[in-house]
């Protein structure tokens, strides 16, 4: 089956720290790997894409990572902002059923000044 | 180029009700997939038109069904409300394939039922 599992579920960290937020899967085969941001009340917008071939890309203070032989991916955001507090989802593209999105849970990350 | 938009953004209907939700994708994006996201629940995906035709679907009761017109535009319906179908709905556009294009997302529609 599917999956794609996130950690932590929640997280709170003080502005200008760093944090790392997880992302395991077990979709198989892999097409590409999203990181979204989804705001309190908003849809999620869109902060990298990865494919198969790509191990690290950025946008900004955020980082991804993608291992395709461990199916993990991080996103790492650097010198944190109150803006910065959001939820996180993971997107994973592929399956048998052709290239079906798979969503994890989310992590939802509360920046304190 | 204008986003995704979403009509209305906000609605409350009763329970037993219909109700249907427009969706105008990125002018040339040609696919359109819907969403349902609850709190505390992630992303629950209803389905997903290309040129017309519904190509996948989740795991939702027949009360919710949707289209797509020729213009990509699309809409959602669900019919005789339920209290759990208070939800945001977000619609999200790709240019094709969903799975192999990045997708944009609307702001959502809140629905609450009562």
């Known amino acids: 089956k599917n999956q794609v599992e996130q950690s932590p579920q929640s997280l709170i960290i003080l502005e200008g720290k760093n944090c790392t937020l997880q992302?395991?899967?077990?979709?198989?085969?892999?097409?590409?790997l999203r990181w979204y941001k989804q705001d309190t009340g908003r849809g999620p917008v869109s902060l990298t894409i990865m494919t198969f071939s790509e191990n690290t890309k950025s946008n900004g203070r955020y980082t991804a990572t993608l291992d395709a032989d461990t199916k993990q991916s991080s996103l790492h955001i650097t010198a944190s902002q109150l803006s910065d507090s959001a939820s996180y989802i993971c997107v994973v593209s592929g399956g048998n059923a052709g290239n079906m999105l798979t969503f994890g849970g989310g992590t939802r990350l509360m920046v304190k000044p | 180029k204008a986003g995704v938009t979403q009509t209305p953004r906000y609605l409350i209907k009763t329970r037993g009700q219909q109700v249907t939700l427009s969706c105008s994708p990125i002018s040339g994006h040609r696919s359109v997939s819907w969403y349902q996201q609850t709190p505390g629940q992630g992303l629950q995906f209803l389905f997903e038109?290309?040129?017309?035709?519904?190509?996948n679907k989740g795991n939702f009761p027949g009360r919710f069904s949707g289209r797509q017109f020729s213009n990509s535009r699309s809409e959602m319906n669900v019919s005789t409300l339920e209290l759990g179908d208070s939800a945001l709905y977000l619609c999200a556009s790709c240019r094709s394939e969903t799975g192999s294009h990045e997708q944009y997302f609307g702001p959502g529609t809140r629905l609450t039922v009562t």
């Open positions: 038109y290309f040129s017309e035709t519904q190509r």
């Open positions: 992302c395991n899967y077990t979709v198989s085969p892999f097409s590409n």
